[in-house]
């Protein structure tokens, strides 16, 4: 005898999404570890909301990227927020889409050092003219140095300036977690791995939230007309 036709439809169908989810997640690359964060641990570490406590539950860097939400879940990430702020932190470094740090290349002990050089502008630019403190068609950038070092390893042409972070008044770098070194006028700065660095902060529910908003200020202002009326 075969099953009715509904049953079938309304059985088989989260049987199909949990195979398409599964093999989807197992089927996309892997990321390479970078010199900022060149393992699970520090990846658990830097996103923050008190992953790292998780960190012992995850074996390796593969399985950071092969696991599902309801192998998280097995493995006891929780709350499901947890899992899903994860999930999402995971899918942005899979595109490359770091935290301030993530793009360094030269990187001791979790600290990364940077100074500022002037580079020539991209061809595409407006030429600037030349200041007290720049040359014209020149800028001021930040780059990527051996820790303790003065240049890069590389030439200067071929080095990325560092994301998210500025200069200041021509000489002085600045940035989400930047510390100057000491005696170099702003000159050279470091920036290290730390709880929460890349921690995107969860927001605030404002009258019960976007869910219960509309039900809570009908409440209150009922309760204000009620309030009202009595004391006329």
């Not at 406590?53 to 998280?72: D, G, V």
């Not at 972070?165 to 920036?191: E, F, L, M, W």
Request: with cysteine; net charge positive; hydrophobic share 35%.
């Amino acid at each position: 005898m075969f099953a009715p036709r509904s049953f079938l439809s309304l059985n088989s169908q989260p049987i199909r999404l949990c195979i398409r989810c599964y093999s989807r997640s197992t089927a996309r690359p892997v990321p390479p570890p970078t010199p900022f964060i060149p393992d699970t641990k520090t990846f658990l570490k830097v996103i923050g909301r008190d992953l790292s406590q998780h960190a012992a539950k995850i074996p390796s860097w593969e399985a950071l990227f092969r696991l599902t939400s309801l192998q998280l879940k097995e493995l006891g990430v929780e709350p499901p927020r947890a899992r899903k702020y994860l999930l999402w932190w995971r899918e942005k470094f899979r595109r490359g889409d770091y935290g301030v740090g993530g793009d360094l290349t030269e990187v001791t002990d979790g600290v990364g050092e940077m100074r500022v050089f002037e580079v020539p502008v991209p061809e595409t630019w407006a030429k600037p003219e030349a200041t007290a403190t720049r040359s014209a068609g020149m800028r001021k950038v930040a780059l990527n140095v051996p820790l303790g070092e003065e240049k890069p390893r590389v030439p200067l042409g071929e080095v990325e300036p560092v994301k998210f972070v500025k200069i200041r008044n021509d000489h002085s770098i600045c940035g989400p977690h930047i510390q100057p070194v000491k005696g170099t006028q702003g000159y050279a700065a470091r920036i290290a791995v730390k709880e929460g660095l890349w921690e995107e902060k969860r927001g605030h529910k404002i009258d019960g939230g976007e869910r219960r908003k509309a039900m809570v200020r009908a409440e209150r202002r009922a309760q204000e007309r009620k309030a009202q009326r009595a004391a006329a």
